[in-house]
């Protein structure tokens, strides 16, 4: 007997490997097994699958994601020239010569700017500068791009406004300011992105969609993978899931599981950052410190005194530019047309919103609205959904003044630490399940995840929300519907090549063009922040906030106007 086992050794091994790993791919339908019998496997099968390397991600691949830009349904010819002008709308110029040496891109330390006009100013007028841009080695540059903002201000007063900058596409820059308060002004002058670096960060947009990428747990009783998904993924590496969504064609896709079906997807994430994504010359264009986010300074005077406007002078007449508003100690004054309101305390806001329902749609910058009003409005009692507290989704109800206020994120892409799959709903389909009408308020905010995929990406998205909203007004025409646009925010080296102030601009003018002429409000968020003396950050302070939540109120509860007695 000693001697037969020996013989047959290797064939008992694999029949009981093969007994072993049947038993562990069928563990899920055993339901009479003890707590600690199932922990058992359950531990060895994960260990099994690590020394297999069967659930570990597949990180994405280089490849053409030109492709992606057309998938989705199918535009309509009138909306393929939409996009055209769109595209063309947001053109930026380009050097005369690409490849330029770091000593011969944009330094704004040798740039400067020249006030032209610092004599007899009146609110009402406005301020002009010229800008003159230089290389590292003291010569005037020749072509334009560079990505300036500016502002003009007065500390003392806590005011400031957004100027607009326009580029003559030759080194030189024409900065307007509003002149809209008394007092002494400022300059504040900005070089966000050189006209080198720009041409990196459209590089990235198209060729490297994927720099970010995502991912979803799959889950089928103790048995568990995760894959890599993103909007466009190579078909080539693996089979992949679709979940495009059926009512909108938006798609979505994850790399099927080895051992799993797709159906058992359990939730979505952001995966991580591809890293490594310059050239060692590319690098240079963006430096803290030197070309990232640095100011231009005055060749000569940077302060100009405004005087009252004289009886002749015809306020915010003949203007070049003429802002959503301005900031005057430190409350925003909205020159869009809404009569400012200050809602001062809990009960001014709770006796503006008695009797409505307050729907928020989009991205973390919405969220953060919604978490100001739960914060100083003690009468919302939050529901637990056991929802994470920076995902969503969020509901909280002031039962004896009827208000109810919803938040959810959009559908994806979206870069949240954890989102239930079933929970990642579009914004369209959301709107086209609200009755609306004179009770319901919709806020939405959507830009900052779609900062790293083509601006074609974008449109497709903000036109299935437009169609939702045009089909919401139609059939209930009161209905409030406002939109927070982009901000800026802080930049580094790294944080440039996803979430760059370029990539959020590019996107803000898109929103805006498309929503022109329909029945919707802009919360003007960029210039918010611009003309604040806040740093920029994505998530704006209190102050900028509450001036944000004042704008908003300003719409649900406007102003009455008093009617003429005849």
Known sequence: MERILPKYFPFFTMLALIGLIFLLRNITSLEHWTCQTV??????????????????????????????????????????????????????PEPLVLGLPLRQSSDPAQSYYIIQNSGDLQ?????????????????????????????????????????????HRDGNYTVFFPLLWV??????????????????????????????????????????????????????????????????????????????????????SKGGYKKHLLTVYESQFFQSGINIKMPIHAA?????????????????????????????????????????????????????????????????????????LIANVPEFKEFSFHSPKNVGPHMAVDSSDNILLRYRCHGPPIRFTSVYAAEMHYISNELDALRGGSDTVILISIW???????????????????????RLLNREPATLVLLRTANLQKLDPESSLYNSDWF????????????????VHLVDAWEMMLAHHHPHELHPPPAIISNMINCILSHICPVRRKRRRS
Not at 142 to 160: C, Q
Not at 509 to 517: E, I, P
């Open 39 to 92: 922990s058992t496997f359950h531990q060895l099968q994960n260990s099994i699958q690590s020394a297999l390397k069967t659930s570990e991600m597949v990180l994405p691949e280089k490849f053409n994601y030109s492709y992606c830009v057309h998938l989705g349904q199918k535009p309509s010819a009138e909306e393929t020239r939409e996009e055209s002008n769109l595209l063309k709308s947001i053109a930026w």
């Open 123 to 167: 609110v009402g007028g406005q301020l002009v500068a010229k800008v003159q841009m230089q290389n590292f080695i003291g010569q005037p540059k020749k072509h334009g791009g560079d990505f300036l903002v500016a502002r003009l201000h007065t500390p003392e007063l806590r005011a400031g406004v957004a100027g607009q900058v326009h580029d």
């Open 183 to 268: 007092g002494v002004v400022q300059v504040e002058l900005t070089m966000v992105h050189s006209s080198e670096a720009i041409m990196v960060l459209r590089r990235l947009r198209e060729e490297q969609s994927d720099r970010v990428f995502f991912k979803s747990l799959f889950r089928s009783g103790y048995l568990s993978e995760t894959t890599v998904c993103n909007l466009c993924l190579s078909v080539n590496q693996q089979p992949l899931c679709n979940y495009t969504d059926p009512q909108t064609g938006e798609t979505w896709n994850c790399y099927k599981p080895k051992m799993l079906d797709c159906e058992t997807r359990i939730n979505h």
């Open 300 to 372: 000569g005077i940077e302060n100009v005194i405004v005087q009252p406007a004289s009886k002749e002078q015809i306020k915010e007449k003949n203007l070049e530019y003429i802002p959503s508003g301005y900031y005057y100690q430190g409350l925003w004054r909205s020159l869009s047309g809404v009569t400012m309101r200050q809602f001062n305390d809990s009960s001014a806001i709770t006796q503006c919103l008695r009797g409505k329902m307050v729907y928020m749609y989009g991205d973390s910058t919405v969220r953060q609205l919604y978490e100001y």
């Open 448 to 470: 900052s995840h779609f900062s790293t995929f083509p601006v074609q990406v974008f449109i497709r998205r903000l036109r299935h929300i437009r169609r939702a909203v045009i």
């Open 504 to 519: 959020s601009q590019q996107l803000d003018m898109v929103l805006r063009t498309m929503f022109k002429g329909l029945n």
